[in-house]
């Protein structure tokens, strides 16, 4: 694996294990966190395919584009990776719009299934526990 899959693939742990973590203390962290999982997660698939994205809009893109509409991904598996990055968004910006702690539990769900999907991909290279 190259060594920038690996290192997306640890902080996708990293992230998704803080997210769990934060839910109930600090959702709108939380749900930062789990969108970086799924981010960092897609990040690692593309990465040992040798593609790379300097904007989160073009990651974006590129899970609906490649994964999700191919049929390599299911289509709803897109759809959270959008959910997840708009709630990022009011999470990080929202003002007095804040992240509840349900929408958190759910971003940690949606973050972990994502990286389940990344890791089922290519099991020989993203481990469980990596």
């Known amino acids: 694996m190259s060594a920038e899959a690996e290192d ?27 969108y970086y999982a799924a981010y960092f997660a897609a990040s690692a698939l593309f990465a040992l395919r040798e593609r790379f994205f300097a904007k989160h809009s073009a990651l974006e893109a590129a899970v609906h584009r490649d994964l999700a509409r191919p049929g390599e991904w299911p289509t709803d598996l897109g759809a959270d990776f959008s959910w997840l990055a708009s709630l990022r968004y009011t999470g990080d910006y929202g003002g007095e719009q ?24 290519a099991p020989d290279r993203f481990p469980e526990d990596g």
Do not use: F
């Open 98 to 121: 804040h992240v509840s702690s349900a929408e958190a539990a759910q971003a940690v769900a949606k973050a972990a299934r994502i990286r389940e999907t990344v890791r089922r991909a």
């Open 8 to 34: 997306l693939w640890r902080r996708a742990r990293r992230a998704l294990l803080t997210a769990r973590q934060l839910v109930e203390e600090d959702p709108d962290a939380s749900a930062s966190r789990a």
